[in-house]
């Protein structure tokens, strides 16, 4: 399959042995690379921002002749994520995507596809849900999943969103798993913001992305078997048992699937989180997606002042990973949790992240304090300046001088 001809800065790689090429190219650009660079067979449509970009890219691809595959446009989200959960069921590798309450208006096809094993890959352009219409990112929309048996991950750089892209598919269609994976791209900061990226080539991809194959669970006359049946308190438990022992063996299968990665692209770094300046810290900042390019920028700063602060990125949010935060954390005077979502209610009213968190580190014989912050929501820049605050914060915390039972709404106005 030659590379396509979409009007986008390029430089080939001088002589390199790898073939890949170097593009100037948003988040969403990026994730349609990874979908043609995969032989996506089946894809479905319905525009709602910032994910329809991905929608017009992958059309673009497809007129110009460097993409094959069926597209779709459906009339409703939930029509487009059915379509390709039948695809999935009888062998079609797929993709999908949504943004906002978008993703919630496909909610019953997205339970149900976890549950009957279809290991699609879906892209979320994180995104408000309405009302008041906010357009920007928060990660209320793809967080909503995170009980259901989707694996769920989040990028920072559009480098990341195609890599990672590639490396749900060989973990969801690992005959181990067989579960779906949502890529959550954050709205606008990740999904039209340019940078250069690395695209591999076909043969390189093709070495580390076997074909989908479904073996006797696919949907065949001459395999006569049955999806999606009634089964009610005769089989649930023992459904939702195998659903668990898939979700357990997913981590596994990441570990492996980055090794690899890792040894063919020469990139990819560790699986599930990403530790920044963490040597030596005495306090750690804690976040997902774009945030950590303020909190990078902050720690740097905070590094020249003498401030041992460091960061740890969580990359997959589903399978949740407690043992490497755990490793990461373990030694720290206290931790601050920055949530891009808000989870009313609950203990401590902190976000999902800062929940999961102060779960994770209770097991610990000397956990750190752990503050949660809620900021950036609906968009909203965080800056450096807010990153700055929230670390005294912590250091706060470490000292006794912050109550850690309470969470912190950070550049609110009063």
């Given at each position: 399959m030659n590379p396509p001809k979409a009007a986008t800065a390029r430089k080939q790689d001088a002589g390199g042995p790898s073939g890949e090429t170097e593009e100037l190219i948003s988040g969403s650009e990026a994730i349609a690379h990874a979908v043609r660079l995969a032989d996506v067979d089946v894809i479905t449509a319905y525009p709602i921002r910032p994910y329809d970009t991905v929608m017009q890219y992958v059309s673009q691809l497809i007129s110009n002749g460097d993409f094959d595959c069926e597209f779709i446009v459906a009339e409703s989200e939930h029509s487009q994520f059915e379509i390709v959960k039948h695809a999935s069921a009888v062998g079609a590798r797929v993709f999908c995507g949504s943004s906002g309450v978008g993703w919630f208006y496909a909610f019953e096809a997205l339970a149900v596809t976890a549950g009957l094993r279809l290991p699609m890959v879906a892209?979320?352009?994180?995104?408000?849900?309405?009302?008041?219409?906010?357009?920007?990112?928060?990660?209320?929309?793809?967080?909503?999943?995170?009980?259901?048996?989707?694996?769920?991950?989040?990028?920072?750089?559009?480098?990341?969103?195609?890599?990672?892209?590639?490396?749900?598919?060989?973990?969801?269609?690992?005959?181990?798993?067989?579960?779906?994976?949502?890529?959550?791209?954050?709205?606008?900061?990740?999904?039209?913001?340019?940078?250069?990226?690395?695209?591999?080539?076909?043969?390189?991809?093709?070495?580390?992305?076997p074909p989908y194959d479904r073996g006797d669970k696919q949907l065949h006359p001459d395999n006569p078997i049955t999806i999606a049946p009634q089964a009610n308190e005769d089989w649930l438990m023992e459904m939702r048992r195998q659903n668990d022992m898939a979700a357990r063996r997913a981590r596994g299968v990441i570990i492996e699937a980055y090794e690899d990665f890792n040894d063919k692209f020469?990139?990819?770094?560790?699986?599930?989180?990403?530790?920044?300046?963490?040597?030596?810290?005495?306090?750690?900042?804690?976040?997902?997606?774009?945030?950590?390019?303020?909190?990078?920028?902050?720690?740097?700063?905070?590094?020249?002042?003498?401030?041992?602060?460091?960061?740890v990125r969580v990359r997959w949010f589903r399978p949740f990973p407690a043992i490497e935060l755990q490793d990461a954390l373990g030694g720290m005077r206290a931790v601050g949790v920055i949530d891009r979502d808000y989870s009313f209610g609950s203990a401590f009213h902190s976000g999902t992240l800062g929940t999961e968190l102060r779960s994770a580190l209770y097991p610990l014989e000397k956990s750190p304090k752990v503050a949660t912050f809620i900021a950036g929501l609906g968009g909203r820049e965080v800056t450096a300046d807010n990153v700055g605050e929230i670390a005294d914060m912590v250091f706060g915390a470490a000292e006794g001088k912050l109550d850690d039972q309470d969470t912190y709404w950070i550049g609110v106005r009063e």
């Open positions: 892209m979320v352009g994180n995104r408000a849900l309405d009302d008041p219409g906010a357009f920007g990112v928060e990660h209320n929309d793809a967080l909503a999943v995170r009980d259901l048996g989707w694996l769920l991950c989040w990028v920072e750089t559009a480098q990341e969103a195609l890599d990672t892209a590639l490396i749900a598919y060989r973990v969801a269609e690992d005959s181990r798993v067989m579960l779906p994976c949502a890529i959550s791209c954050d709205g606008a900061f990740l999904t039209h913001s340019q940078a250069i990226v690395k695209v591999p080539s076909q043969e390189m991809v093709d070495s580390f992305l020469g990139r990819g770094g560790e699986p599930f989180i990403e530790r920044y300046m963490m040597e030596d810290a005495e306090i750690a900042l804690v976040g997902m997606g774009t945030l950590a390019m303020p909190v990078k920028v902050a720690v740097r700063k905070m590094r020249e002042q003498g401030k041992k602060v460091g960061f």
